[in-house]
């Protein structure tokens, strides 16, 4: 009995030992599962490892990315073979890189090309023309047509190569338009050459319309300082007993979050520092976090909130103006202040850009990757959670710009977006005499296919920038 109980501890001791060793040898394999390879630095795995590494930790959709992505791809193709499928509009760049050209960042104006269907002549249609730019210094104006570009006469099967050739190079050759007695007479050829345009300033004026005064700003886009500019221009329009507000969000694509809570604070009544303004969430590492809106408007220090306080203007309603290159913090301004006041979207669905993001780089010291990103870290939602917009934010008054032309300077009351606005604030007709001093002016049910349009590219390449 005794032999037979040695013997059993010995089977015992050897099973434990067993256990052992297989135990040691797993935790190894583990380790050294876990072990992570280094890289050549430079090479494609080495940047693409950092690549996934960032997006893991901060990429909304990071509890989806692939589990063995293939890290020998170039960074543009790894990083496109990882995006999520339902994200648009995160970013991978070389900072030494040079942007995308268009003929805003090359000449300062933007333009679509429109089909005229009573003549059927293919036009360039400027929208926009930037202060302090060639396109001004050469005589563009917003409504002025374009009929040639070196030369060559735009037609329906020649857009995309005159477009892509007005970005080539660093002069352009334009022949302007004017419609005069029912046909197109052109204008000297000019050599444009290109140069460097400068932050705008903002257009505001304050407009009576039976009796009431209604303060008009066209804010072109949310760069950081912009509600810096607006506090004087909102205590312009407070001193003039400004007693309705209409904001043209057209063409803005966007910027920081933290300025468009800015113009919000001037707009919407019953306010204080706390007020809850937006709400992020993120992955499980990002959660959901909420903000104020002095939080919003103040967290780089540039502003005093209660300067914003004191000029804003304590309203019922707002009307807001949008297009389709109307994204970002400009939708942001559309459905934050949904929860304090009515809110009239006059114009285009939006882009829907209902996410944000902010500036990825490699902060090791020395640094080891030279690229950079702009993931999507956060989906964004107003004080009561309403967000969700990412097919765009539909118009409650659905209308083209074009419906009027030609086009005419923003704030005048000719403008068709504008002229809707005024409509509704005023429950007036406008007088059918005041076009009466515009030209041969053509509704946009004779106008035909809009065939490209460079705010639209514009407004695809933007993204929300948000400190958090």
């Not at 040898?25 to 050294?32: F, L, Y």
């Not at 995160?90 to 269907?117: C, K, T, W």
């Not at 468009?260 to 937006?278: E, S």
């Not at 114009?347 to 010291?365: N, P, W, Y």
């Amino acid at each position: 009995m005794e032999i037979q109980n040695k013997s059993a501890g010995r089977l015992i001791k050897l099973i434990i030992s067993g256990f052992c060793i297989g135990l040691i040898a797993t935790i190894g394999a583990c380790k050294k599962d876990n072990i992570k390879k280094e890289y050549p630095q430079g090479s494609n795995e080495q940047i693409n490892t950092w690549i996934l590494d960032s997006l893991s930790r901060y990429y909304y959709w990071a509890a989806e990315l692939p589990k063995k992505p293939g890290l020998g791809q170039s960074p543009v193709a790894f990083f496109s073979s990882v995006k999520n499928a339902s994200d648009r509009f995160s970013q991978l760049y070389l900072p030494n890189q040079a942007g995308v050209s268009s003929s805003r960042s090359l000449y300062g104006f933007d333009y679509a090309v429109i089909q005229e269907p009573l003549s059927l002549e293919v036009l360039g249609l400027v929208k926009c023309v930037l202060k302090g730019s060639p396109a001004e210094r050469y005589g563009l104006k917003r409504g002025s047509y374009i009929r040639k570009i070196n030369g060559k006469i735009f037609s329906s099967s020649n857009v995309v190569a005159l477009d892509q050739e007005l970005l080539t190079g660093r002069t352009i050759k334009l022949t302007l338009t004017e419609l005069k007695d029912g046909g197109y007479i052109d204008q000297p050829e000019l050599n444009m050459i290109a140069g460097l345009t400068f932050e705008q300033p903002v257009l505001h004026q304050v407009i009576e319309r039976g009796g009431l005064k209604i303060g008009y700003v066209y804010i072109d886009g949310f760069s950081a300082g912009m509600a810096s500019t607006l506090v004087s221009v909102f205590s312009g329009f407070k001193s003039a007993g400004v007693s309705e507000l209409v904001i043209d969000l057209r063409y803005n694509s966007g910027g920081e979050v933290s300025e468009a809570a800015g113009l919000c604070a001037m707009v919407a009544p019953g306010l204080t520092y706390n007020t809850d303004f937006i709400i992020y969430k993120g992955n499980k590492n990002g959660g959901q976090r909420k903000e104020s809106i002095g939080e919003a408007a103040t967290f780089d220090k540039r502003l005093d909130f209660n300067a914003l306080l004191q000029n804003n203007l304590s309203l019922s309603r707002v009307f807001i103006l949008a297009t389709g290159a109307t994204a970002s913090a400009a939708e942001v301004v559309i459905n934050n202040l949904k929860p304090f006041m009515k809110v009239t979207v006059i114009g285009e669905k939006t882009v829907g850009k209902d996410e944000a993001s902010f500036l990825i780089s490699d902060q090791r010291i020395p640094k080891q990757v030279d690229w950079e990103m702009y993931p999507i870290i956060y989906k964004l939602f107003n004080a009561q959670g309403q967000g969700g917009y990412a097919g765009g934010i539909s118009p409650d008054l659905e209308l083209s710009e074009f419906t009027l032309l030609p086009l005419v300077p923003f704030g005048n009351a000719n403008d068709a977006l504008l002229s809707k606005a005024l409509d509704q604030i005023s429950a007036q007709k406008v007088n059918a005499g005041l076009r009466s001093s515009i030209n041969e002016a053509r509704s946009v049910s004779q106008i035909g296919r809009i065939l490209s349009d460079s705010h639209l590219a514009k407004a695809t390449q933007s993204i929300v920038l948000t400190h958090r």
